[in-house]
């Protein structure tokens, strides 16, 4: 079975300063990781994916992610907070052959101050 | 293309009474898959359909079921509402037999059970 945990449920930072989510998967097979963004009373918007491809993988509005089998992580990071990153970030596990069941962490909310 | 669309966006609804939910898939996705989230328990996957088929199922009572048609359209019925049902229930679709892996999420229903 596979699980994902996100380490810290709300994080705080400066705009302009560097945000970091963390994200720790376990699976048993090869993984596919993803990040989705949530606004306040929206869905789930795809940030970036990971499905075997390249280990770091850039995605919508700056953000990227680094995939580090050793360490079973999958960190999202952005050099420079803006005001409009303020929302819940969520990454998800599947893996291949079952792709329509995403298994996903609790949720970090992102606080960006002025 | 359009995105995937869910309606209503809005329900209230008394203990006891069922429901029924819709989702309108990206074109040319053929599978859909529904989850429910809520404050406590955060994201949840419910089931998966794919070419009217359900593939996969979460861990959730049988008054959850849903059916899938042949243009790839969704819904998901809750039969004898309890208050604990309420959540935002969201839709994704996907298409992995064209490799597309990742899910796209509506903007989900908000279903209030008083």
């Known amino acids: 079975a596979q699980s994902v945990t996100q380490l810290g449920s709300h994080v705080s930072v400066s705009e302009g300063a560097l945000v970091l989510l963390r994200c720790n998967y376990s699976s048993s097979v090869p993984p596919y990781l993803f990040w989705y963004v949530q606004y306040p009373n929206q869905g789930l918007q795809l940030l970036l994916k990971y499905t075997s491809a390249a280990t770091l993988v850039k995605g919508i509005n700056g953000f990227e992610a680094e995939f580090k089998k050793s360490e079973t992580s999958f960190h999202l990071t952005k050099p420079s907070a803006h005001m409009s990153d303020a929302a819940e970030y969520f990454c998800?596990?599947?893996?291949?052959?079952?792709?329509?069941?995403?298994?996903f962490g609790q949720g970090t909310t992102l606080q960006v101050k002025p | 293309k359009a995105g995937v669309t869910q309606t209503p966006r809005y329900l209230i609804k008394t203990r006891g009474q069922q429901v029924t939910l819709s989702c309108s898939p990206i074109s040319g996705h053929r599978s859909v898959s529904w989850y429910q989230q809520t404050p406590g328990q955060g994201l949840q996957f419910l089931f998966e359909?794919?070419?009217?088929?359900?593939?996969n199922k979460g861990n959730f009572p049988g008054r959850f079921s849903g059916r899938q048609f042949s243009n790839s359209r969704s819904e998901m019925n809750v039969s004898t509402l309890e208050l604990g049902d309420s959540a935002l229930y969201l839709c994704?679709?996907?298409?992995?037999?064209?490799?597309?892996?990742?899910?796209?999420f509506g903007p989900g229903t908000r279903l209030t059970v008083t």
């Open positions: 994704a679709s996907s298409d992995p037999g064209q490799g597309t892996y990742e899910q796209y």
């Open positions: 998800a596990v599947t893996i291949s052959g079952n792709t329509g069941k995403l298994i």
């Open positions: 359909y794919f070419s009217e088929t359900q593939r």
